[in-house]
């Protein structure tokens, strides 16, 4: 199977769920169970690329995603395609100077430099490791007073970083590979924060909306239809790996060549998680092919 790595860049805010409460949340965000960091799970992005796929090939959607239905007639086999979760990558925190920080950290980076090299990408040297309350950012980082990174109510220390500056350039050519200013302004605005710093933010930074419900009789708030519902905020950015094998339909023996062009290419536009009715879940979709 041929390892490729897409990322998915929220464009609005972004739900995708565990169907319980917890706590004050009755709609809290999927995360890893060991981690707490947000996640998008794998089954969420391949029934929207299923249904992307069906829409534009529809001859290749079997192939890719085995058969929609299974009956007497009809073969049965497994899909070409397989999905994995995305993880978080960046975090847009709420900034004293500059309005927002793309925040990541060491145990992130090094996550995603190992799923670089899987797929035939060489990856920045990882930066220094960082304790206490020290950041690390990138060149001409806009989100300094002095020398001073202010996120949310937390108050840290920052300095340049040539390391963190081409992770800055690596990800942002990955992301806007097609717009300078959009990759001067992520280069601008990345950090690199502490692991237990970007833990916090992770559970703490995050939207969490409080929605009603209207009784359409009276035309005010139904009795107790108050509820919160928590979302990754736009421009948060998330990475993972899907693997494309051959077809395994023995009447339709198309290589992992021949199917990868039906998949969505780079900067379709999907929306994924709940919520669409009121705007949740829009992403632009970037994949990164590897020739091997």
């Not at 990322?7 to 972004?14: G, P, Q, R, T, V």
């Not at 829409?55 to 007497?72: K, N, T, W």
Request: proline share 6%.
């Amino acid at each position: 199977m041929q390892p490729r790595l897409f990322h998915l860049h929220a464009l609005s805010a972004l739900h995708c769920g565990t169907g319980q409460s917890t706590g004050v949340v009755d709609l809290p965000i999927a995360r890893a169970r060991a981690t707490q960091l947000p996640i998008v799970p794998g089954s969420s992005l391949r029934g929207v690329l299923r249904q992307q796929v069906t829409e534009h090939h529809p001859e290749a959607a079997p192939l890719l995603f085995g058969p929609q239905s299974i009956d007497g007639k009809t073969d049965s086999f497994a899909g070409a395609l397989a999905v994995g979760d995305a993880h978080l990558l960046t975090l847009p925190v709420r900034a004293l100077a500059g309005i927002v920080c793309f925040a990541s950290s060491p145990f992130i980076l090094r996550r995603y430099a190992q799923d670089l090299a899987r797929t035939g990408y060489d990856a920045p040297p990882l930066p220094p490791a960082q304790g206490g309350e020290t950041a690390l950012v990138a060149a001409d980082s806009v989100n300094l007073l002095d020398d001073k990174l202010v996120l949310e109510d937390l108050d840290l220390t920052a300095r340049g970083d040539k390391d963190v500056t081409a992770w800055a350039e690596t990800i942002a050519r990955t992301l806007h590979p097609s717009d300078a200013d959009g990759q001067r302004d992520f280069i601008q605005r990345f950090a690199l924060l502490p692991d237990d710093i970007f833990g916090f933010l992770a559970e703490t930074a995050t939207e969490v909306r409080a929605r009603i419900a209207i009784d359409e009789r009276t035309g005010t708030v139904k009795k107790g239809a108050l509820w919160y519902e928590e979302n990754l905020p736009a421009e948060s950015v998330l990475w993972g790996l899907f693997a494309l094998s051959g077809s395994n339909d023995r009447n339709d023996r198309r290589t992992a060549n021949d199917l990868a062009p039906c998949l969505p290419a780079t900067g379709t536009l999907l929306q994924l998680g709940g919520k669409a009715g009121v705007g949740r879940g829009l992403v632009r979709l970037v994949t990164a092919q590897v020739t091997q």
